[in-house]
């Protein structure tokens, strides 16, 4: 995220604590769909995705007021969404490794179907990515998260996720050089 969305994000969390009902339907305008996005990138179900960002609001609202830093409002709500979401997993399958078999559909990856070349090329290598590092691809280069707000998100370190980040770009430029040949 850019530096003003998180300072614009602060100052709306500032004023939702100071008793303005308003703000909290700002955040929500500028989150609920980008949220949506994230647990359907763990669920792969849009009615189970819309639930567990409803939920998270719920939960915001309630904690809101525990937030210490409140310009980092997004990669927290991220965070709670993406708990929530491994929680969802692993109550419907009981077991973490099946996580690894999810995969974004192909219309998520590849958009309308009129794509160059290329990006369809780097579309279907980021697939054959386990979900782990395809998740942190997206923060960093979609979502532009900093490392260490992908961290807090994923509730792992800052060395886990560059290592997720290195090991995908080089996945990638493997996958590229071997298609070249």
């Known amino acids: 995220m850019k530096a ?9 969390v500032l004023e939702y604590r100071s008793g303005n009902k308003k ?25 189970v995705s819309k639930d567990i960002v409803q939920d998270t609001w719920s939960s915001i609202i309630n904690n809101i007021q525990s937030l ?3 310009n980092s409002f997004g ?3 991220t965070m709670i969404v993406t708990r929530k979401s491994l929680d969802y997993l692993n109550k419907k399958n009981r077991d973490r490794l099946k996580l690894e078999d999810y995969s974004y559909d192909k219309q998520t990856l590849e958009g309308p179907d009129k794509t160059e070349p290329e990006i369809q090329n780097l ?6 990515l386990p979900e782990n590092q395809r998740m942190v ?11 260490k707000e992908i961290a807090d998100i994923l509730g792992v370190s800052v060395g886990t996720i560059k290592s997720r980040l290195f090991h995908a770009r080089e996945k990638l430029k493997m996958i590229f ?3 070249k040949k």
């Open 75 to 77: 990669s927290w709500a």
């Open 23 to 47: 703000s909290l339907s700002l955040l929500v305008k500028r989150h609920h769909l980008r949220l949506c996005r994230h647990a359907y990138g763990y669920t792969k179900d849009f009615e």
């Open 137 to 147: 691809l997206r923060l960093f280069y979609v979502e532009e998260y900093s490392l």
């Open 123 to 128: 579309l279907m290598a980021i697939r054959e």
């Open 177 to 179: 050089k071997n298609n």
């Open 4 to 12: 003003t969305d998180r300072v614009f994000d602060g100052l709306l």
């Open 68 to 70: 210490k830093k409140p």
